[in-house]
């Protein structure tokens, strides 16, 4: 059972930006996709990103390409987002996922998912 552990988010203005931590704990991160997913007040969970268990195949959110980045470093078996020019439609809960069936990209029907972390931004 992968039990993920997210960190850094919080309270930003508009315009600023936070990097969001998501560290794996069972010992197979290098095997599997892993990925970012919110959920603002009032709506569906929505794709952020994900990225391949060796990092060479990323997707993105096309309504977020350009301002998000996501990363992993396996010695670490920590995946980040970093999020640039932030709005406040930005405001959700962000969710960290892991696919241990996958090593390319996140099924929602199979991720593992973090507890989530508020991401507020202030205009």
């Known amino acids: 059972q992968v039990q993920l552990l997210e960190s850094g988010g919080g309270l930003v203005q508009a315009g600023g930006s936070l990097r969001l931590s998501c560290e794996a704990s069972d010992g197979m991160f290098d095997s599997y996709a892993m990925g970012w997913f919110r959920q603002a007040p009032g709506k569906e969970r929505e794709f952020v990103a994900s990225?391949?268990?060796?990092?060479?195949?990323?997707l993105y959110s096309d309504s977020l390409k350009g301002r998000f980045t996501i990363s992993r470093n396996s010695g670490q078996s920590t995946v980040y987002l970093q999020m640039n020019s932030l709005k406040p439609e930005d405001t959700a809960v962000y969710y960290c996922?892991?696919?241990?069936?996958?090593?390319?990209?996140?099924?929602?029907?199979?991720?593992?998912w973090g507890q989530g972390t508020q991401v507020t931004v202030s205009s």
């Open positions: 996922a892991a696919d241990p069936q996958s090593g390319l990209a996140v099924s929602t029907s199979r991720a593992h």
């Open positions: 990225v391949s268990w060796d990092g060479d195949y990323i």
